[in-house]
């Protein structure tokens, strides 16, 4: 796991105030880990602050699991 994946489970563990472990990129926000819309959005504005990103509303309308989370994350700090 990359040192982003590793910050951003930690963010998202703390969020929901779950243990780390449960934080898996297989996980559906929604259905696994308890998230409702409020949470989301919350954990969406808590990431790109930390990883000084900006998510497009579409991007954060299809992201789902934490695995997407981490490709939306990875995909805007990536250095060309």
């Known amino acids: ?23 898996t990129p297989e996980k559906h926000l929604f259905n696994d880990l308890g998230a409702d819309s409020l949470d989301f959005v919350e954990l969406s504005v808590l990431l790109e602050r930390e990883f000084n990103v900006k998510f497009t509303e579409t991007e954060t309308a299809n992201a789902k699991t934490v695995g997407d989370l981490y490709e939306l994350i990875e995909k805007y700090t990536k250095k060309p």
Do not use: F, G, P
């Open 1 to 23: 796991m990359s040192k982003i994946q590793d910050k951003a489970r930690a963010l998202i563990a703390s969020k929901m105030k779950l243990d780390e472990s449960e934080i």
